[in-house]
């Protein structure tokens, strides 16, 4: 489950916008934002010019029932409000998105990615540098390959979600071609057909590496420390649990793009995380304490709370996502 991709591309698309308002472009933003408030249709009643207005008699013996008024509302089509919403969020997606690529696409935003990919890949590949014993030259190349694939989910996930319908099919091939590019470039680099399998074994478990190094935060934050050997047992629970599931089909590559053409995702990732961890929950009691147990559930809702709020705030902001046409 890519969790932490997902955080942390929504506070990477937060700083992005952030950066770019601080580059003057804050008072376009509020312009572009207050006309297509402007533009939203009035839902008050309206009177219709030349209606006629019911009186009752002055004198009637009869009882007078309740009086009907001669203003008629005028209620606007929902199918045409629908469209203006959708219209609004697709505005609005493409303001953000085009303040998002303008500070990837930046030589700071460049620099800044590139520094966070080598060390984000030398914190989660460090064991596997280790055991591959490479120079510091080696070290340096290898860390480089790994890096563009240690930030290739986040990547992914901020284009896309900031991207039209109509671009996203493009940015994923794009992704799915410099992925190709990253792996030709890893084997050929490697050179050895037994340590290329062993990066392939690591590079499929990444994600679970990443999150036992936060949850082993955690665990010492709690009082109840991971072990080494606990370690490396939930990595391979959760990476378990995780093809048990189908959360890789659903929740990386293609599947991103599904995702994010159907509103509701924040729900769809709050269901698929419960079944997540009920995979996962004979295998992690095996392996943990009664006491890590309880701390292991507590940072997992910490998690996926992170993740469904940014997700809910990003469909609040673009009106969600929607199957195109």
Known sequence: MKLGFIISTAVGALLAVMVVMGMGQLTKLR????DLEQEKPAKSATRIPGAPVAVAPVASSRPSGPAKSGRTSVDSDPDEEEGEEDRR???RRRVL????RQWTESDAGKRMQETQNKRKAGRLF??????LSLGEEDREYFLEIAGGSAGAEDALWGELMTAGDGDREKILENWEAENSERSAAMKEFLNDDSDWERYQNYESRLEEHEQVQGLRRAMEGAG???TSEQEAQLVEVMYDARQQTGMTERWQGRGVLNQLDEPGIADRLET???SNQEAMSSGVSSVLSPEQVEAFNSSQ????KQATQGLRMMEAFTGGGRRSE
Do not use: C, N, T, Y
């Not at 312009?31 to 207050?34: E, H, I, P, T």
């Not at 460090?126 to 055991?131: A, F, S, T, Y």
């Not at 809702?301 to 996926?304: G, N, W």
């Open 31 to 34: 312009k572009q934002v207050a």
């Open 224 to 226: 109840v420390p991971l």
């Open 301 to 304: 809702s910490r998690m996926i």
């Open 97 to 100: 998105g085009d303040m998002f």
């Open 126 to 131: 460090g064991p596997l540098v280790e055991d």
């Open 272 to 274: 698929d995380w419960q």
């Open 89 to 91: 969020g697709d505005e």
